[in-house]
T-cell receptor, first 119, second 117 residues
Framework: ETGVTQTPRHLVMGMTNKKSLKCEQH?????MYWYKQSAKKPLELMFV???????ENNSVPSRFSPECPNSSHLFLHLHTLQPEDSALYLC??????????????????FGPGTRLLVL | AQKITQTQPGMFVQEKEAVTLDCTYD???????LFWYKQPSSGEMIFLIY??????QNATEGRYSLNFQKARKSANLVISASQLGDSAMYFC??????????????FGAGTQVVVTP
């Protein structure tokens, strides 16, 4: 089983639709992330969940609503999106990192992404 | 302010040759980690190599090595013996150990590598 999976891989939706992106990790990690990758922009962190608790919301509009029911699953619920929200949405997972300067930084592993087009 | 700078938007490299991808970073935190990821056209971000700020030796993983020059705040990726399958976008990323940026992975703009036969 691939480490981090995402479904669907491609999604086309209208601005009035409601859809959800799903991410599942099989690596035993306890932190999960949503990133947005737009054309000609660096990868942007959207949300972070540690042990199912949201610890980071990087000023993301409320039309994006994350959900983390357990450490293995992460959802991104979409509603009333705008065309500028069209992008590649990447999910990642890692082991929980610690606030200790000597602790090895844990690597984030990414899924294949969902290419979203909003019409 | 941009924390990760990749100055090469694109590069062509011939198969079997080595290629160096530049990355400079900006941090005042003594504890940080540097990462390189590869993103093929399929979209998946593939982890390649990691270097910790306290690591004494340069990281190596197979054909990938990281030329870590701490004083210059430089973390260049070297790919030896390039293969056609190495054609992809390459991203340098940093995670700082303290402050508001703690835990966040910050990415550069990327370098597009095309390996030619």
């Amino acid at each position: 089983e691939t480490g981090v999976t995402q479904t669907p891989r491609h999604l086309v939706m209208g601005m009035t639709n409601k859809k959800s992106l799903k991410c599942e990790q099989h690596l035993g990690h306890n932190a999960m992330y949503w990133y947005k990758q737009s054309a000609k922009k660096p990868l942007e962190l959207m949300f972070v969940y540690n042990f199912k608790e949201q610890t980071e919301n990087n000023s993301v509009p409320s039309r994006f609503s994350p959900e983390c029911p357990n450490s293995s699953h992460l959802f991104l619920h979409l509603h009333t999106l705008q065309p500028e929200d069209s992008a590649l949405y990447l999910c990642a997972s890692s082991t929980l990192f610690r606030r200790d300067a000597r602790t090895r930084q844990e690597t984030q592993y990414f899924g294949p992404g969902t290419r979203l087009l909003v019409l | 302010a941009q924390k990760i700078t990749q100055t090469q938007p694109g590069m062509f490299v011939q198969e079997k040759e080595a290629v160096t991808l530049d990355c400079t970073y900006d941090t005042s935190d003594p504890s940080y980690g540097l990462f390189w990821y590869k993103q093929p056209s399929s979209g998946e971000m593939i982890f390649l190599i990691y270097q910790g700020s306290y690591d004494q030796q340069n990281a190596t993983e197979g054909r990938y090595s990281l030329n870590f020059q701490k004083a210059r705040k430089s973390a260049n990726l070297v790919i030896s013996a390039s293969q056609l399958g190495d054609s992809a976008m390459y991203f340098c990323a940093m995670r700082e150990g303290r402050g508001d940026s703690w835990g966040k992975l910050q990415f550069g703009a990327g370098t597009q590598v095309v390996v030619t036969p």
